[in-house]
């Protein structure tokens, strides 16, 4: 029998302070997704794609149990998903919009807690997901072949175009769907 974990999603989370912009260089030796091979025509099809399975990932009788307590649930993983969807949608609209932009700074793991992911309803979640994917997949497939290379910069001081944006943003799509053992279909 399995034991519901504590609901605040900051128990046992551990925050992920990583830099992932690596990936933009090599292919993920956890997930195995190449961002560099994504081209840009590619990109939004890619979006899709990477975002499909979530409505039944969402609704697995256990998603909101915790394989661990340092691990997200697929619920945590779901509504994080749907907020990377929103983020970069934002960040690509002002990437287009404005002459190389500062992003705000995102602290996924103060929304997650915020948000108290781990209370959300799945059924909303994976609405409210498919709506915010099908938002920036429509966004990127609609960037103009010339504005591919228009530049913004993460809060970091990490620099993006258009295209890296795009390719940074599928791996995050891709590896939380092997996080939670999710097939891309």
């Given amino acids: 029998m399995t034991t519901s974990l504590p609901r605040d999603p900051a128990d046992g989370i551990v925050p992920d302070t990583k830099d992932w912009t690596w990936t933009l260089g090599r292919p993920c030796p956890e997930c195995g997704f190449e961002a560099a091979a994504v081209r840009a025509h590619d990109v939004a099809e890619a979006v899709r794609a990477a975002t499909a399975p979530w409505s039944v990932v969402l609704a697995r009788p256990d998603v909101a149990e915790r394989p661990d307590p340092a691990t997200w649930s697929p619920l945590?993983?779901?509504?994080?998903?749907?907020?990377v969807c929103r983020v970069f949608d934002v960040r690509l609209r002002s990437m287009l919009a404005?002459?190389?932009?500062?992003?705000?700074?995102w602290d996924q793991d103060a929304t997650a807690a915020q948000d108290r992911?781990?209370?959300?309803?799945?059924?909303?979640?994976?609405?409210?997901?498919?709506?915010?994917?099908?938002?920036?997949?429509?966004?990127?497939?609609?960037?103009?072949?010339?504005?591919?290379?228009?530049?913004?910069?993460?809060?970091?001081?990490?620099?993006?175009?258009?295209?890296t944006l795009g390719q940074y943003a599928l791996?995050?799509?891709?590896?939380?769907?092997?996080?939670?053992?999710?097939?891309?279909?």
């Fill in 117 to 163: 992911y781990g209370e959300q309803d799945p059924g909303q979640v994976a609405r409210e997901l498919d709506e915010a994917a099908s938002r920036l997949a429509g966004t990127f497939g609609q960037v103009p072949s010339d504005r591919w290379s228009r530049t913004g910069t993460r809060s970091n001081g990490s620099r993006f175009t258009v295209l």
């Fill in 98 to 105: 404005v002459d190389d932009p500062l992003f705000d700074n």
């Fill in 171 to 185: 791996h995050d799509l891709v590896h939380h769907l092997h996080d939670v053992d999710a097939p891309i279909r």
């Fill in 76 to 83: 945590e993983y779901g509504c994080h998903v749907r907020d």
